[in-house]
């Protein structure tokens, strides 16, 4: 019996092992392994040049491994017509022909895309007030980041890559977007996997995180976990230095007698001692987070280099 590409919602959406993309001698991608589950959202986190996109190319079969093995809905994705129907990836640079207009481009997407909402594409249109009518060419770079946001949300494809293309857009549109993804998805499940650089932006859209970094994966964690895995006790430098002794610390910060240190895995009696002692709790963004955990990680990775 021959395998197909159907998704379903016990089988990984995304399966990888020991992958690695090297251009030459610059190794982009070097030995990660990691899952995606159905149905959930995903943050594809890092800095620009971490390897994002690389994971997101390899993983719609647009460039091939130099190692490793990539499955997507059980398969791989590389020339496989099965997967890539499943498959929508949408990218802040975007190209479409110049003499096409957004009409064109919104009457194109069935051919391509089985589970595409013409009727969400019309309310979406309105929503970023697009001229569809306007040749691409001539669209501004919100309007051009619009006809993406459109195209990835309207394809309602099973597994959906949103490769910043919504840098373009204004904050208000930005609001639209994170909007409606929300309120469909929650209608019409399916994987998303979120690249940006935005994360307080899109923290609260986010289920799962996977963090790169120099094409590396730093962190592969739940995202509910991690919003409440940390916390940055405040107040003078020999209280604080005595309760996070033997902690598991983050960050520090400080000036003069005052010190600020992050640590994670506090319990209520931990919270309790430390108010108790005259220091001051704080939560930590996911951003914030995000930030510290990559400056001590990358840092391990570098030392056991």
Not at 94 to 111: L, T
Not at 248 to 262: C, E, M, P, Q
Not at 279 to 305: G, H
């Amino acid at each position: 019996m021959t395998a197909t590409a159907t998704p379903t919602s016990i089988a990984p959406a995304v399966h990888v092992d020991g992958l690695t993309k090297r251009f030459g001698s610059f190794t982009a991608i070097d030995d990660i392994s990691f899952t995606v589950k159905p149905n959930k959202i995903y943050g594809l986190l890092g800095r620009n040049g971490a390897g994002k996109t690389t994971i997101m190319q390899l993983l719609t079969g647009q460039v091939f491994a130099t190692a490793g093995d990539v499955q997507v809905f059980g398969e791989s994705p590389v020339e496989n017509a099965r997967v890539l129907q499943n498959l929508c990836f949408i990218k802040e640079s975007q190209r479409y022909p110049d003499d096409f207009q957004p009409k064109h481009v919104f009457r194109s997407a069935p051919w391509f895309f089985e589970n595409w909402d013409a009727e969400f594409a019309e309310q979406l249109i309105a929503d970023f007030r697009l001229p569809v009518d306007r040749r691409i060419k001539k669209l501004s770079r919100g309007q051009l980041s619009a006809v993406g946001v459109i195209v990835g949300l309207a394809s309602r494809a099973p597994l959906t890559f949103f490769d910043e293309p919504y840098l373009g857009l204004d904050a208000v549109a930005r609001q639209i977007f994170y909007d409606r993804l929300l309120e469909d998805y929650a209608e019409h499940p399916r994987t998303i996997i979120l690249s940006t650089h935005l994360i307080d932006e899109v923290a609260n859209l986010l289920e799962h995180v996977i963090v790169i970094d120099q094409g590396r994966i730093l962190i592969d964690e739940d995202a509910e976990e991690m919003r409440g895995s940390a916390t940055t006790v405040v107040g003078q430098r020999g209280a604080v230095e005595q309760f996070v002794a033997g902690r598991d610390v983050i960050h520090r910060d400080g000036v003069g007698g005052l010190a600020s240190v992050t640590v994670s895995g506090l319990s209520q009696g931990d919270r309790a001692q430390a108010v108790a002692a005259g220091l001051e709790l704080s939560p930590v963004s996911l951003q914030q987070l995000i930030v510290r955990k990559t400056n001590v990680r990358a840092t391990e990775f570098e030392q056991s280099a």
